[in-house]
């Protein structure tokens, strides 16, 4: 059974940086395409960014271009994120899709999710 477990949520001042952590039990990251989402008060769960399972390809949201960056080795992935803002406040969540896909930010092509963290950004 695949396990993924988010952490390093917590309270950041706008303009500071989190780095969220997703540790997995029962698979290796190298397999999967691995995707970070997020779900706002009130609002739809969005996606952010993501990784196809070699690492080659990165696609993210208008919004992330140059204040998230996703990375994963091993047992873990990471979402860094910089420059953050109150609108950002959110609970956050990996997902990995184990298909062979092609890399996407649809949600749907997600097959497991972690529990979510939650980022709250005050000004």
């Known amino acids: 059974e695949v396990q993924l477990v988010e952490s390093g949520g917590g309270l950041v001042q706008a303009g500071g940086s989190l780095r969220l952590s997703c540790a997995t039990r029962?698979?290796?990251?190298?397999?999967?395409?691995v995707g970070w989402f997020r779900q706002s008060p009130g609002k739809e769960r969005e996606a952010i960014i993501c990784?196809?399972?070699?690492?080659?390809h990165i696609d993210y949201a208008d919004f992330a271009e140059g204040r998230f960056f996703i990375s994963y080795d091993g047992a873990n992935a990471y979402l860094q994120m910089i420059n953050l803002q109150p609108e950002d406040t959110a609970v956050y969540y990996c997902?990995?899709?184990?298909?062979?896909?092609?890399?996407?930010?649809?949600?749907?092509?997600?097959?497991?999710w972690g529990q979510g963290t939650q980022v709250t950004v005050f000004s």
């Open positions: 997902a990995v899709d184990e298909g062979f896909t092609a890399l996407s930010l649809n949600e749907r092509e997600y097959d497991y």
């Open positions: 029962g698979i290796t990251f190298q397999l999967y395409n």
């Open positions: 990784t196809n399972r070699w690492g080659t």
